[in-house]
């Protein structure tokens, strides 16, 4: 006699086992169909040969499984066009299509303290499956805003902006013009990000406002720099800063504008740094060399102090099959740097610059001391996807609060710098010029026995 066939089923997630020959179990936690998520894969992709077992990017594990399993999970939470949930409170300015915009609050499909989804602060030490997660779970409402003319957009963005402002988790209720796409695009260099769709109305719940924040908001005198400089004084997370100071809450009120948010993240790393080095400037030099280390998430950084007048220079290596060098067998370095008097245009290396430049500039304040200073960072291929330019900022700090590696010279100090990173110093010169002229100069004080 036969076996009995007690029940029958079409397996759910055919189509994602297939993307994982090497590893099935992965598949097998990913409960989703084809009606569920649409996949979408750019061409000349090689996705579609490596199915996410035989790691053909280069990278130690595959970037498109990692988010994949947080955004189906997401998804399944939605149940039609209406989206309840505390936000951690998180809002988003669109830069695409500039100055129309698409705006609007992102929240989570449940209710509690979600103050972690959205606080980069305190994201430094979690792994980066828990990163993905904490970015994948924001459902983003939006709305067409010209940025020129805010007060157009009415009250859905009035609601934003208090959203914006407010110091803890906010109940918000969006309701939906349909419901979010379930396109999910298959590229090993886009940030984890939640569904999108378009908003027709939404309420928050009881609001609370840092005082410190409403004060510089009511404050309609009071330029937009000027704030932030002052909340950043407060102690209030960049963060926190940096949501507000997107949705124009600050500044003389006939100039406020919305400011996208990858825009507004730079900005205020750049006017609270140029705030500091001023600061730092009327310090004495530092007495020694000094070498800082932090190494996460498949980033080492090296951080060099020079007892020398104010300079800077940032470095960013990237291997082979790493985020932003798809070659196969060549390493990547990019280089900006300021002198002492600083910069006027635009650092080609664009927001990891000012991040790393924000957090060094902190410590030389905690201090009360001047140098000049290298950041040396080397990108592996365990740095698997995007993450935001936060990382370099919190990779930064974490390295000034470690005990540093002190020397005389600064051959010593950059011998140090160089025996905990992979490229040899060659390359390091052939890229920086700030590097290259430190060591080549001679000081008056070199000749004093």
């Known amino acids: 006699m036969g076996k009995r066939i007690t029940t029958r089923f079409k397996p759910k997630n055919l189509w994602v086992r297939e993307m ?3 590893e099935p179990q992965i598949a097998s936690s990913l409960d989703v169909t084809k009606d569920m998520l649409r996949l979408q894969t750019p061409r000349h992709s090689m996705c579609s040969v490596c199915k996410g077992g035989k790691m053909l990017c280069g990278k130690t594990s595959c970037p498109i499984m990692a988010r994949l399993g947080a955004f189906g999970k997401l998804f399944q939470s939605i ?20 100055p129309y915009v698409q705006v609007g609050p992102l929240t989570p499909t449940f209710y509690g303290n979600t103050q972690i989804l959205d606080a980069p602060e305190q994201w430094f030490g979690k792994s980066i499956d828990e990163i993905i997660q904490y970015r994948s779970q924001l459902v983003r409402g939006m709305t067409p805003v010209n940025v020129r003319k805010p007060w157009k957009a ?13 110091e803890h988790y906010v109940e918000t209720e969006l309701k939906l013009t349909r419901k979010p796409s379930n396109r999910f695009y298959m590229s090993d260099d886009v940030q984890p990000i939640g569904p999108t769709a378009p908003m027709e109305n939404m309420d928050i719940g009881y609001i609370r406002w840092n005082r410190h ?22 102690r209030l997370p960049i963060s926190n800063i940096m949501r507000a100071f997107s949705m124009g809450s600050f500044g003389v009120e006939k100039n406020r504008r919305l400011v996208p948010t990858r825009w ?21 030099l530092i007495n020694r060399f000094e070498v800082y280390e932090s190494n996460y998430i498949g980033n080492r950084f090296e951080v060099m102090l020079v007892p020398d007048a104010w300079a800077y220079e940032a470095y960013e290596a990237w291997y082979p099959n790493t985020l932003w060098n798809p070659d196969t067998e060549h ?24 991040s790393g430049k924000l957090a060094v500039l902190e410590h030389l304040e905690k201090v009360q001391r001047q140098a000049k200073v290298f950041i040396f960072r080397e ?17 930064v700090r974490n390295a000034m609060r470690q005990e540093p590696s ?11 710098v160089l025996s905990r990173l992979s490229i040899p110093l060659e390359r390091w010169i052939e890229a920086g010029p700030l590097l290259r002229h430190t060591l080549s100069q001679r000081k008056l004080t070199d000749f004093i026995q």
């Not at 507004?264 to 004495?284: C, F, M, R, Y």
């Not at 300021?338 to 650092?347: H, K, Q, V």
């Open 20 to 22: 994982v020959e090497a």
């Open 79 to 98: 149940k039609g066009t209406e989206i309840d949930g505390s936000s951690p409170p998180s809002v988003f300015v669109g830069r695409f299509g500039y």
């Open 154 to 166: 009415g009250r859905l963005l009035e609601k934003t902006r208090e959203l914006s402002l407010a």
């Open 213 to 234: 924040m409403e004060r510089c908001h009511y404050d309609t005198d009071l330029k937009a720099a000027p704030a932030a400089v002052k909340l950043f004084q407060e």
């Open 264 to 284: 507004s993240i730079t900005a205020v790393d750049d006017l609270l740094g140029k705030h500091l080095t001023q600061k730092i400037k009327g310090h004495p």
């Open 331 to 354: 390493v990547n370095i990019v280089t900006d740097w300021e002198p002492y008097d600083g910069r006027s245009t635009y650092a080609s290396m664009g927001g990891c610059y000012y």
């Open 379 to 395: 990108a592996y291929p365990d740095y698997i996807l995007p993450v935001g330019v936060w990382q370099v900022r919190e990779n």
């Open 406 to 416: 002190c020397f005389d010279t600064f051959r010593d100090a950059l011998g140090q």
